[in-house]
């Protein structure tokens, strides 16, 4: 999703994003075959859910026994209660039960448990759902879908993007293994990164290129229909505290020498050594393969890193934000610099303040904007970076 995209999801907080089948069974199966008793004799929850269609529901109860559960809880939210508004489309299993009510069906959550054998055929599959109305409208912060939280052992849903900092926030506090879908930057949110930096949150196993698809309500922002299906991409990727087998996985690298004779991008080859920060006591390190293997000081490397990060190879210092890198101060401010256009070298009447605390090198730059002093002496901020150092 461009980042247009993004501010109209939040303008909008259209959170009606869908995931697909065969991501949910991609990822859930690689957790698994690493360590099969992750799932074994657990309680898992499905919160932020919508039951009746989701596919968190759908695969989750057609693969009870093989995953070894003990019980499996799904709840929704209510349609009135939702910001965005669109038709609302029953179930067969909804409709043709007992305790329906329709009146009930738009202003209450829906809770679906598995657990047992209703329908006797000796399998705990989907056909044994049993479900009936929450007492409030199933959002995630009210008391009753809290004590569910406590319950359960496991939580793993695709929260809404809106509430993103609520929902992690209520996540950490439940102290519970968890498998979430978030956009990327949810990674830079101050709430997030000191739990990245502390190794106690990493990435999923799905790598980050090319974003993930979902099925959207809305139908003014469709990127690709297809079989009639309304699609979106989204640049999201999976946030868990579960153990899968890339987490340990170092990466291949180069040496300083060799990266510079051979490495794949134009912006490194041919160099004699990497640019160092004028704000911080290391060097830039544009590309995630291009980190050499024997250095051993700090490095700034890009966000994207953290889809291959090995917490055995690497330390993890910092983020360069404003009150994220205590493993790494910062040592030289901008307050007395001014920001200057690149297309004319025009100041643009804001204070170099602004790039404090970035990721910050000397020269022009190639940017938007830079930042001079009043000697002439000129820096340019990099894209957000993160710190590491190598483990010995």
């Not at 929850?45 to 529901?57: H, I, R, V």
């Not at 049993?130 to 929260?159: M, Q």
């Amino acid at each position: 999703m461009t980042s247009k995209k993004l501010v109209s999801a939040k303008q909008t907080k259209n959170d009606e994003f869908y995931t697909q089948y065969y991501d949910i069974e991609n990822e859930v199966k690689e957790y698994f075959d690493f360590d099969p008793l992750q799932f074994r004799n657990k309680t898992v929850l499905l919160p932020c859910d919508d039951p009746d269609w989701s596919n968190f529901t759908k695969y989750f109860a057609q693969n009870f026994e093989r995953l070894g559960l003990k019980k499996l809880i799904s709840t929704s939210f209510a349609p009135e209660s939702k910001n965005y508004k669109y038709p609302v489309q029953l179930s067969f299993l909804e409709t043709n039960s007992a305790q329906f009510n329709k009146d009930k069906t738009n202003t209450h959550g829906k809770i679906f448990i598995l657990e047992r054998d209703i329908t006797g055929d000796g399998r705990i599959n989907y056909d044994d759902l049993e479900w009936d109305y929450l007492e409030g409208d199933g959002d995630f912060r009210s008391d009753e879908v809290r004590k569910l939280r406590d319950e359960a052992d496991i939580i793993i849903t695709n929260p809404p993007f809106s509430l993103f900092r609520d929902f992690f926030s209520w996540l950490i506090e439940s102290n519970k293994k968890f498998l979430i879908i978030a956009n990327k930057n949810c990674i830079t949110f101050k709430e997030v990164f000191p739990y990245i930096k502390d190794n106690k949150v990493w990435s999923g196993h799905r790598l980050w290129a090319g974003g993930m698809w979902f099925e959207t309500m809305n139908p003014d922002d469709v990127d690709e229909v297809v079989d009639g299906v309304n699609m979106k991409n989204i640049p999201s990727i999976w946030l868990t505290n579960m153990e899968h087998d890339r987490h340990h996985s170092p990466l291949k690298l180069m040496t300083q020498e060799r990266n510079f004779r051979y490495s794949k991008h134009k912006e490194i080859r041919g160099r004699t050594k990497y640019e160092h920060y004028d704000n911080y006591d290391a060097i830039e390190i544009p590309f995630t393969d291009a980190i050499p293997s024997d250095y051993e000081g700090a490095m700034g490397v890009p966000i994207s890193f953290l889809d291959k990060y090995c917490p055995e190879q690497f330390e993890i210092l910092g983020l360069t934000q404003f009150g994220c890198h205590d493993g790494l101060p910062d040592i030289r401010r901008y307050n007395e610099y001014k920001e200057v256009r690149t297309s004319d070298d025009k100041e643009t009447g804001a204070s170099g303040a602004k790039t404090n605390e970035n990721a910050v090198l000397e020269g022009k730059g190639t940017k938007k904007t830079y930042y001079r002093n009043a000697e002439g002496r000129m820096v340019h901020s990099e894209y957000k970076r993160i710190l590491i150092r190598k483990r010995k």
